[in-house]
């Protein structure tokens, strides 16, 4: 099966490109870095050719509730309408627990991508996940303050991204099914200490300061609305399994 893999050089694309091959695929990998552009559309359509599936992996560095909002909106109608054009009858989207309801920030742009997709008459298949193991890297990546790590007060249940793409691919080469059982990580975890854990297991210990962003954004981190419900379907990989994993 050839799997079009949107966003296939990002943190969950490129699990899914190694998830893809494992399962014995062909990915087609979409980022600007392969001289694809989402957001213009240029080179979608040659991407989609002779493809079953797309997994939109693709995401935003913005925080910015307008440029979040854009940002999946115009990428989930650009793919929509490409897939439409090339006959691929199965579009593979991941949004995140709670998004929806916190609806702010970087959330109300993955609350606006579940809305288009639940207003299509059928062809896709959502995974709403928590936040992955190497959001703590991400977030390393971001709140650097000169010697100080920023991270902001949050309660998380994350889980690995290598497991979020298997079942993403395993979706991708299934009938389309709408809303799929949400996904979290085995246990909840508090952020700042996670980024601890991460910084010194790489070698880069400094001191991290945990802060309660503004908002009804930081309200959602912090109050619980990002867990999973009770019953909500586990994963296996521990964080402190994952970081064990990890090289300085
Ligand atoms: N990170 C988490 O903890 C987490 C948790 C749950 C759900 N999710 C969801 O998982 C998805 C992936 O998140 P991520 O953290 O893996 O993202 P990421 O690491 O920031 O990767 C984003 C990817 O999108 C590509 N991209 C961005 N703008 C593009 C454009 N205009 N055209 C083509 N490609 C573009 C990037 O490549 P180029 O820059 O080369 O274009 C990159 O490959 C998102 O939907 C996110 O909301 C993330």
């Known amino acids: 099966m050839r799997l079009v893999v949107a966003g296939a050089s990002g943190t ?41 599936a797309v997994i939109d992996a693709s995401a935003t560095s913005s925080t910015s509730t307008k440029a979040s909002i854009g940002f999946f909106t115009t990428v989930t109608r650009n793919l929509l309408a490409a ?40 062809g896709w298949s959502l995974l709403r996940t928590t936040q992955f193991h190497e959001f703590t890297r991400q977030l390393v990546g971001h709140g650097r303050l000169g010697p100080v790590q920023v991270v902001p007060r949050m309660r998380s249940q994350p889980i690995a991204a290598a497991e979020v793409a298997a079942e993403l691919v395993a979706t991708a080469t299934g009938q389309p099914r709408g809303a799929l059982p949400a996904l979290a990580g085995p246990q909840e975890e508090n952020m ?26 930081g309200r ?25 994993g990890q090289t300085p």
């Open 12 to 52: 969950l694309g490129t699990h899914v490109v190694q998830a893809v091959r494992a399962a014995g695929h062909e990915p087609v990998s979409i980022s600007r870095q392969a001289g694809i552009d989402l957001l213009s559309g240029s080179g979608l359509a040659e991407a989609l050719r002779g493809a079953s």
């Open 83 to 122: 897939e439409r054009a090339a006959g691929v009858g199965h579009h593979v989207a991941i949004s995140i627990i709670g998004a929806a309801r916190v609806n702010a920030n970087y959330y109300a742009g993955k609350a606006a991508q579940e809305a288009m997709l639940a207003a299509e008459p059928g």
């Open 192 to 217: 700042a200490d996670l980024v601890r854990s991460y910084l010194a297991a790489t070698a880069h210990r400094c001191p991290v300061i945990e802060v309660p962003l503004p908002g009804a954004w």
């Open 220 to 244: 959602g981190m912090r109050d619980g609305s990002l867990l999973p419900p009770a019953g909500t379907r586990c994963g296996r990989q521990t964080f402190a399994a994952w970081l064990a």
